[in-house]
């Protein structure tokens, strides 16, 4: 059974993160004060200085937060001369022009002239504003120098050590920093030193850091799973899962560690699971290891036996909400609705009682059912429940949206869209996405592609953007733009499958450059072996290039996988082809009950002036 579905929805219902993604080189210079804020959870910055009141006082721009008074010690007794002061407006200003180089310059060169901390500690901000991590490295070591019971500049000195490929160079400063943290939080602080560690280019180093710091540590299940995070970032698997074992040793129901250790092969997976259902066995009490183990099974596609926890758990508490919110999840996916509202409706009652618990997302649930069971109204109802402010209030009025264009209200749906707000350009480029859908829905081809045209400029490394443009640009005839859109998706995402096939299909389907869009489906297939559309451009090509007998098997198989108007239409025209008229009308049948309008099947029909079926 397919539980990708429940997979992704629970793991977004409850929050739940246990393995640290992958940052962006571009991104890495903020990622890594992130995690030095992280690392340090007792900050020296608490108190905030009170403002100087002199009208002759120049107020320095702070990169990160007030002094505390321990800082203000460092400050040094420089009087604030004429000079100074033209010097720091000049390098503003500078900055205001967009030129970082000669502001940077500036507050370095005042930083050693006057060994004022705070100047260092500008120079740094504008270094780590123009991604330069050298250049942010030397004004941060000066600011440490000159600030040495600046917590900050310390965390940033050795995150900036650790990115440069110098974590052996940091240790001390790492060390003293883990030393600072109570014992209590030490956990939470050894996870985030491994995140920063495994940030910077020098992997091994890294590891030989990380060991040397915690080798006090390695009674706590933290420190097994931060070494095995950072030799799996060294490419030490074997390592990475004896130290993952030894993490479920010392804490058997430990999630993060289990369910790493099942991501490392069947065998591990398996070692993983035993581990946890053992735990479990003894401790059948354990809301935790439950958890834990119906996560796991899910990760292994066993969603029965995740039932069974999630039913063991709901039966153990019954307003406990992350089982409720899984089990609705469950049957949602085994489409037994009536079970699911039953199920969200609980969550719902029991989130309203819960503080901090939201109950909108079990109205947006119950939302997407009634639309499943063509319940218009219902769904409108309980989109009404969401208010301005929840997390899910935008994924509702985008959902309301969508009803509207289904009632055929295209403009009323496009201008509600137009009213929303939203900060993150992930939630801007979907409201554009769906705007372009519904045009696109409702056949006004040109529209969606200028709408999706403009959303491309605005956001031009989103990839469902320029997917979707590709498809516009297609549907209007514009293929060389639809090529060169694909084409960029696949430089930029040469694991994607949609975008090979997308190629290749539109290809085949014009009966252009045969080998070519045959590769490209190849690669695609291989890629995403059991998908049926891709199955379908299998078929389809091999039709094109003249094997109606492999196609026809191919077409058939995908349409079983996924039974849809479009591939019954081709399955239909090459069955036409092969002789076998009466399977063509019944598989163009098929297709009809599933979706009258579907265009394809629509030309294929007139193609062949079959008005009779």
């Known amino acids: 059974m397919n539980v990708s579905f ?37 900050p020296a910055y608490a108190q ?24 203000a010690k460092d400050l040094p007794n420089v009087d604030l001369t004429s000079q100074i002061v033209f010097q720091v407006l000049a390098a503003e200003v500078a900055l205001q022009r967009d030129q970082p180089a000669p502001a940077y310059q500036t507050y370095l060169a005042l930083a050693r002239d006057t060994h004022d901390p705070r100047m260092a500690q500008r120079a740094t901000e504008i270094a780590l504003a123009a991604q330069s991590p050298s250049d942010a490295l030397t004004a941060a070591q000066l600011w440490q120098q000159y600030a040495p019971s600046s917590e900050r500049a310390s965390q940033l000195d050795a995150s900036l050590l650790v990115l440069s490929g110098k974590p052996e160079d940091a240790e001390a400063l790492l060390g003293r920093e883990l030393a600072k943290v109570p014992a209590d939080n030490r956990g939470s602080a050894i996870l985030a030193l491994q995140v920063l560690l495994s940030r910077g280019p020098n992997h091994a180093g890294g590891q030989k850091v990380l060991q040397d710091l915690l080798k006090d540590d390695m009674n706590r299940p933290e420190a097994q799973l931060a070494m095995a995070r950072q030799q799996l970032v060294a490419d030490d698997a074997a390592g990475a899962r004896k130290s993952l074992e030894q993490a479920l040793k010392l804490k058997p129901d430990y999630l993060p560690a289990a369910l790493m250790l099942s991501q490392m092969g069947p065998e591990a997976r398996a070692e993983g699971i035993a581990s946890v259902e053992k735990f479990v066995q003894q401790n059948p009490k354990s809301r935790d290891g439950r958890l834990a183990l119906a996560q796991l099974y899910l990760a292994s596609d066993r969603l029965d036996d995740a039932q069974k926890q999630f039913e063991v758990m709901h039966s153990n508490n019954s307003s406990d909400l992350t089982p409720l919110m899984a089990l609705a999840l469950i049957k949602i996916q085994q489409r037994k609705f009536s079970d699911a509202q039953s199920f969200l409706t609980q969550y719902a009652s029991q989130a309203q009682k819960t503080p901090g618990a939201d109950p909108s997302q079990a109205y947006l649930y119950l939302a997407q059912i009634s639309v499943e069971q063509n319940d218009t109204n219902g769904a409108l109802s309980w989109l009404d429940k969401i208010p301005p402010g929840s997390q899910q209030y935008l994924p509702a009025q985008i959902t309301r949206a969508q009803l509207l264009a289904k009632q055929g209200k295209v403009d009323d749906a496009r201008k509600l869209l137009a009213g929303l707000q939203s900060p993150d350009p992930h939630d801007q480029a979907l409201i554009a996405r769906t705007d372009a859908s519904i045009l696109f829905d409702a056949k006004r081809y040109p529209e969606a592609e200028s709408r999706l045209a403009d959303a491309v400029k605005d956001f031009p490394d989103d990839p469902d953007l320029t997917y979707d443009y590709a498809m516009a640009a297609e549907k209007n005839g514009h293929y060389d733009l639809m090529e060169t859109q694909l084409r960029k998706l696949i430089r930029t995402q040469p694991d994607n499958p949609q975008a090979y096939n997308a190629l290749g299909y539109s290809l085949a389907d014009r009966n252009q450059r045969l080998p070519e869009a045959d590769k490209l489906i190849e690669k695609a297939s291989s890629l995403a072996p059991n998908d049926a559309f891709i199955m379908d451009s299998v078929g389809w090509v091999k039709y094109r290039m003249g094997d109606t007998t492999d196609a026809i098997k191919i077409l058939r198989h995908a349409y079983d996988l996924q039974p849809n108007a479009e591939i019954g239409a081709h399955l239909g025209e090459v069955l036409w082809k092969n002789g076998d008229q009466e399977q063509a009308r019944a598989a163009w049948r098929e297709a009809r009950k599933l979706e009258p309008d579907n265009d394809t099947l629509i030309k294929t029909l007139k193609r062949f002036q079959v008005n009779d079926l």
């Open 6 to 42: 429940v997979k992704q929805l629970f793991k977004r219902a409850t929050q739940a993160s246990v393995v640290p993604r992958a940052v962006s080189a571009r991104r890495a210079l903020g990622a890594a004060v992130i995690a030095a804020w992280a690392f340090a959870l007792a």
């Open 48 to 71: 905030d200085q009170s403002p100087d009141t002199d009208d002759t006082s120049v107020s320095m721009p702070d990169a990160f937060g007030p002094m505390s008074p321990d800082e």
